[in-house]
């Protein structure tokens, strides 16, 4: 494939935007070559400007689980925009928003809309906080929940219970106030819990891990989470800003059966838009200004094409309860085709899904349950699988350590050519050509 319009464009972009994207996992470093630049994309199918076209299992990392450009979708954009862009000031759509929300996701008495995940996450800690009285967090090693500084924050070295920063500029206070504990090991976070929990305000925790590579909860983990806060007086908080409306209409909770005390949202929310949001138990909301006294606010929160784009998608998801047994059926068609190509072509490599999430790691472990089995992944192979794949159509995200999510618009033949182009790519490596 001829990329070289991609590759002018990203050279122009780095002198005028810092490393020329504006999220670092768009530059592609971990595949070792320049990124695709976007033009357009309908449905399944995503176009670069040099005119390429590529089966997109990226969905813009989760948002688009009925595919790009969806005309409903697009129609109630236009539709918005005509009728003014933004006022700051309550709109009907918001409150249609709000109880279209309150309706799916079982745990959400009440919500507030922000602009992105990270902003849900950071807004929900600061309530949980509030509400508690405590100042610690707790989260989970490989777990994301955006880039507030109170989350990037790596677990402290053996012996210590506190976290330390993970990126330059976050201070050693923050810090302080952030535990980790392993993915699925219920048993640190009962220790951590033992050792200082009447001074945790929340656990906070993606239900399905979808930032490490794709890595489900073990049986239990879930339900001793809830457990454990509970006991000491902990909120739980849900980080469903991927699975929200994606494992099922009702998000993770739903299809595991547990009540969190806050959930985040963000992604297929927005139907493509920016957009996030935090909700939850009644009694917690309502501490949140003008009601309560805890300052959290918006400029363009609950504008209105982003509702209108949400709302939309959300309507969609609603009312056809059956794309999500066939968002499944396609992944998991997706996924056995995978393990059969593995299989005959004696790969070394794992592949994880639920429902229409799924990661294939190259990794000599039998299976990936923690972040320690996910880090272990042979990050080489799976550059070079992404780069043979790309060249035959296949557009995933572009590490090893995200998730491939199966749309609404991909077609069964997608799937399959997907398989296929999967065993060549897997027969090439093998072959070392
Ligand atoms: C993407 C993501 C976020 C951050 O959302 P942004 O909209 O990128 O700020 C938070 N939590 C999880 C689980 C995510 O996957």
């Not at 688009?64 to 700051?88: N, P, Q, Y």
Request: overall charge negative.
């Amino acid at each position: 494939m001829n990329r070289q319009n991609s590759i002018r464009e990203f050279e122009r972009a780095q002198k005028s935007i810092p490393g020329g994207v504006n999220s670092p996992v768009r530059a592609y470093k971990s595949v070792g070559m320049p990124p695709v630049v976007i033009d357009h994309a309908k449905g399944a199918r995503i176009f670069d400007i040099d005119g390429n076209e590529y089966i997109d299992f990226v969905s813009s990392w989760g948002p688009l689980i009925l595919g790009h450009a969806r005309d409903e979708i697009v129609e109630a954009i236009k539709k918005a925009a005509e009728k003014g862009t933004s006022f700051g000031a309550p709109t009907k759509i918001e409150t249609q928003m709000a109880e279209r929300i309150v309706e799916m996701i079982p745990s959400v008495e009440s919500v507030r809309m922000v602009n992105s995940g990270t902003e849900a996450t950071m807004s929900a800690l600061r309530l949980a906080r509030a509400f508690t009285g405590r100042d610690l967090v707790l989260k989970f090693e490989g777990n994301y929940h955006g880039h507030a500084d109170s989350f990037l924050i790596n677990a402290g070295s053996g012996a210590m219970t506190f976290g330390v920063p993970n990126s330059p500029g976050v201070t050693a206070a923050t810090a302080k106030n952030t535990l980790v504990a392993p993915y699925n090991d219920l048993q640190a976070v009962e220790e951590l819990f033992a050792q200082t929990g009447d001074q945790i305000a929340a656990v906070i925790v993606e239900p399905v891990a979808g930032n490490m590579g794709l890595v489900l909860p073990q049986k239990g983990f879930l339900e001793g989470l809830r457990q454990v806060t509970q006991k000491y007086g902990a909120l739980l908080i849900f980080d469903e800003v991927i699975t929200g409306f994606r494992l099922s209409a009702g998000g993770a909770q739903k299809l595991f059966g547990i009540t969190p005390d806050l959930t985040t949202l963000g992604k297929i929310i927005g139907g493509g838009l920016p957009v996030g949001a935090y909700g939850g138990r009644k009694d917690i909301m309502e501490k949140l200004a003008p009601a309560g006294p805890v300052y959290q606010a918006g400029t363009l929160s609950g504008n209105p094409l982003a509702m209108a784009a949400g709302l939309t998608a959300l309507n969609i998801l609603n009312d056809h309860p059956e794309i999500y047994d066939q968002l499944e059926k396609k992944a998991i068609r997706l996924a056995e085709g995978f393990r059969k190509n593995i299989t005959e072509t004696q790969t070394q490599a794992v592949v994880n899904q639920i429902g229409s999430m799924l990661t294939l790691f190259f990794t000599k472990e039998k299976q990936v349950t923690s972040f320690h089995e996910a880090a272990a992944s042979d990050t080489e192979k799976f550059a070079a699988y992404f780069r043979i794949a790309l060249e035959s159509g296949i557009y995933m995200a572009p590490s090893q350590f995200e998730c491939s999510f199966v749309s609404d618009a991909h077609t069964e033949d997608d799937i399959d050519q997907t398989i296929r182009a999967n065993r060549a790519a897997l027969e090439k490596m093998q072959s070392g050509t």
